[in-house]
C-alpha cells in the first residue's frame, strides 16, 4: 500500500492506494478552520493588518499531521503496511528554520508532538502563501536587476510573480534582518513536511521548486545571478534541488514508534500541488490536458521542452513525472458565470441548458469569451490535446464541457475526483515504492 498526503490550504488529507495502479483504500482529512480552531484560521489562511499579506502557520499543519496520523490508527489502518509515502504541498509557501532544525529532526521523541518539539525550530513564526500579493516592489526588485521580466520568465518559467517565494523571501530579508541572519534553511510547503517524515532536512524537488522564481529551468539547479539578486547569503539557506521521484530515505523512528510505520517505509519527495495532480488527473504524459473549473480555472498539461510563455501570463514547473508542465490561472473562472447566473435569475440547471443552446445566448457568449481567452493565452505551449481531462464544480455542466470541446476541438472527459494531488502523491510513491 502507498500513501500520498497533501498539505493544501485548507486540510491535511491522505489518501491510500493499494497497489501501483490499485483502487483508494482509504481517504482521510483534517481541516484546519474546522479542527484545529485554536489557530483562528479562515478556511486555513491568516490575514495579517496588511491586507496583502496572507500567511498560514507551520505549527497548525505539524499539529494536523499529528493528528492525521492518530485519526488513521484509530480508523483501524494498519500503517505497517504502507510501502512508501509521498506527499503534496500548497505551492510557493516558504518556511524560515534556524539552526535548531537538524537536530531537532535528527532526535524527534515519539512521547513528544511535533508541534511541541519543532516550535523553537522557526525562525519566522508563519508562512507566507500563495494568496500573498504585498511583494509588488521585490518583484520589480528582481527583474530590473536581472535586466527585465522576459529574462526572468526566460529562466525560471514565470515573470516575477507576487506569490512566488523568491519575492516573499526577498521581502522578508528586507524587512526582518535580524530573523534572517538566524534563518538557516528555508523550506517550502513540500520539502519541510518531506524533512519531519524523513528525519532530517531533503532537497526541494524540481515540480515545486519552479513556483520559486529561482530555479533555472534548463539546468535544474539554484540560477546563481537570480538567488544572489534575491536576498543576502540566500544560496546557503536554500536545500538542493533533486528530482521529484527521488527516494530520501527511510521514515523517521519517530512515526514507526508513535504510529506503527514499518521503520524501512521509504520516503519520496514531495512536491506542490498542481504538479501531482497532473500525476492524479492522469496527464503527466503529453496528450491528456487538464482543465480544472473552480473559482478559478486553471488549465495544465505535461511539456517536454521548457517553452516559456512570452506574455508572461502562464508559468512552467517540473512535471514529477519528468520534463515539465505548464499551467495558467485564470482568476474569475466560475465567479462570472455566479455574477451573470444571478443576473439572468436562472438556476444552475437554466444556465446549463442556455450554455448548451444552439442559439446565441448570454451564457454561451460568456462561456465563449472564457474558453476563447483561454485557448489563446495558452497558445504558446503548443499543445495538441488528444483529451481534455476536465475536473471541478464547473465540470458538471454538459453545456460547459461541449463549449471546452468545440473551441478546443478536442474530446472532454470529465474527472470526477476531488483528491487529485494526494492521489497524484500515492502514485508517485507507488512508482519507487
Ligand atoms: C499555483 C498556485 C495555487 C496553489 C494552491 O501557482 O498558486 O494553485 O498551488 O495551493
Not at 488529507?13 to 485554536?38: T, W
Not at 493528528?67 to 489502518?77: E, F, H, P, S
Not at 520568465?153 to 507576487?162: H, N, Y
Not at 520559486?212 to 539557506?237: C, H, Q, S
Request: aromatic share 8%; hydrophobic share 40%; proline share 5%.
Amino acid at each position: 500500500m502507498h500513501l500520498g498526503l497533501d498539505c493544501s490550504t485548507q486540510s491535511f488529507s491522505a489518501l491510500i492506494i493499494d497497489g501501483p495502479d490499485g483502487p483508494i483504500v482509504y481517504e482521510g482529512s483534517v481541516n484546519f478552520e474546522r479542527d484545529l480552531p485554536h489557530y483562528q484560521t479562515t478556511s486555513g489562511f491568516i490575514h495579517s493588518d496588511e491586507p496583502a499579506e496572507v500567511f498560514s502557520d507551520p505549527l497548525m499543519w505539524v499539529e494536523a499531521l499529528d493528528l492525521l496520523l492518530a485519526q488513521m490508527v484509530k480508523d483501524g489502518i494498519d500503517l505497517s503496511a504502507i510501502e512508501a509515502i509521498s506527499g503534496s504541498g500548497q505551492q510557493h509557501a516558504t518556511v524560515y528554520l534556524n539552526q535548531q532544525f537538524d537536530r531537532t529532526l535528527a532526535n524527534l521523541q515519539s512521547h513528544l508532538t511535533l508541534k511541541e518539539q519543532l516550535a523553537s525550530c522557526l525562525s519566522r513564526p508563519l508562512s507566507p502563501i500563495w494568496m500573498d500579493t504585498s511583494t509588488t516592489t521585490e518583484c520589480a526588485e528582481i527583474a530590473k536587476a536581472l535586466g527585465g521580466n522576459d529574462e526572468v520568465c526566460r529562466r525560471t518559467g514565470s515573470v516575477a510573480e507576487l506569490r512566488f517565494s523568491g519575492p516573499q523571501i526577498r521581502k522578508f530579508a528586507k524587512q526582518s534582518p535580524d530573523a534572517w541572519k538566524l534563518t538557516k534553511t528555508i523550506h517550502l510547503n513540500s520539502s519541510f513536511h518531506a524533512s519531519i517524515l524523513a528525519g532530517k532536512s531533503v532537497s526541494i524537488d524540481h515540480g515545486d521548486g519552479a513556483g520559486m522564481n529561482l530555479m533555472n529551468l534548463e539546468t535544474g539547479k539554484w540560477d546563481p545571478e537570480i538567488v544572489a539578486i534575491t536576498a543576502p547569503d540566500l544560496a546557503r539557506k536554500l536545500p538542493s534541488l533533486a528530482p521529484s521521484s527521488s527516494v530520501t530515505g527511510t521514515i523517521s523512528p519517530y512515526f514507526s514508534q508513535k504510529y506503527g510505520f514499518n521503520p524501512q517505509t521509504k520516503i519520496v519527495l514531495w512536491s506542490g500541488d498542481n504538479p501531482n495532480s497532473l500525476v492524479g488527473m492522469g496527464a503527466a504524459t503529453p496528450g491528456n490536458m487538464v482543465i480544472s473549473l473552480g473559482t478559478s480555472y486553471t488549465l495544465f498539461a505535461a511539456m517536454e521542452k521548457p517553452l516559456t510563455d512570452p506574455n508572461g501570463f502562464g508559468h512552467v514547473f517540473g512535471n514529477p513525472l519528468g520534463g515539465f508542465m505548464s499551467l495558467i490561472c485564470f482568476n474569475e473562472g466560475s465567479l462570472a458565470c455566479e455574477k451573470l447566473k444571478d443576473e439572468l435569475g436562472l438556476t444552475w440547471e437554466e444556465f446549463d441548458k442556455w450554455a448548451a443552446s444552439d442559439k446565441a445566448t448570454p451564457v454561451r457568449e460568456l462561456l465563449d469569451r472564457q474558453f476563447t481567452a483561454m485557448l489563446e493565452k495558452s497558445a504558446w505551449m503548443h499543445l495538441n490535446p488528444t483529451t481534455i481531462r476536465v475536473t471541478g464544480g464547473g465540470s458538471q455542466s454538459a453545456g460547459i464541457r461541449q463549449t471546452i470541446s468545440r473551441i478546443f476541438n478536442a474530446p472532454v472527459q470529465q474527472i470526477q475526483t476531488t483528491s487529485s494531488a494526494a492521489l497524484g502523491a500515492a502514485i508517485r510513491a507507488s512508482k519507487v515504492g
